[in-house]
């Protein structure tokens, strides 16, 4: 088993910047990728970013690209999401979550492939 903890939500204005974390803890050995999605009310899961843990590659998805940044702590075994230049339409919950699938060289996409989630972070961006 994977607990995974996330951290830093919260409301910030329109242009703004947060910097969201998620602490892994348990049986880690075999992760191939920790992510994050984010859901809005009445809709769908979304695929925001992902990082393969054994290399460091990061993979974020278009919707975000050039305004997230994806780094860990290695001895902490805690990952960053830094997002900047949010726009209300960032908007969501953010979930971290934990894949030990390999899905293709970029990472896994769908939430399908994901085994552990923690419970979530609010953020919510003021216009």
């Known amino acids: 088993q994977v607990q995974l903890v996330e951290s830093g939500g919260g409301l910030v204005q329109a242009g703004g910047s947060l910097r969201l974390s998620c602490a892994a803890s348990?049986?880690?050995?075999?992760?191939?990728?920790i992510g994050w999605f984010r859901q809005a009310p009445g809709k769908e899961r979304e695929y925001v970013a992902a990082m393969r843990w054994s290399t460091g590659y990061a993979h974020a998805a278009a919707s975000v690209r050039g305004r997230v940044t994806l780094s860990r702590d290695d001895t902490e075994e805690t990952m960053f999401l830094q997002m900047n230049r949010l726009k209300p339409e960032d908007t969501a919950v953010y979930y971290c979550?934990?894949?030990?699938?390999?899905?293709?060289?970029?990472?896994?996409?769908?939430?399908?492939?994901?085994?552990?989630w923690g419970q979530g972070t609010q953020v919510t961006v003021s216009s």
């Open positions: 348990g049986n880690t050995f075999g992760i191939y990728y």
């Open positions: 979550a934990a894949s030990r699938n390999y899905c293709s060289a970029d990472g896994c996409f769908g939430p399908e492939h994901y085994d552990y």
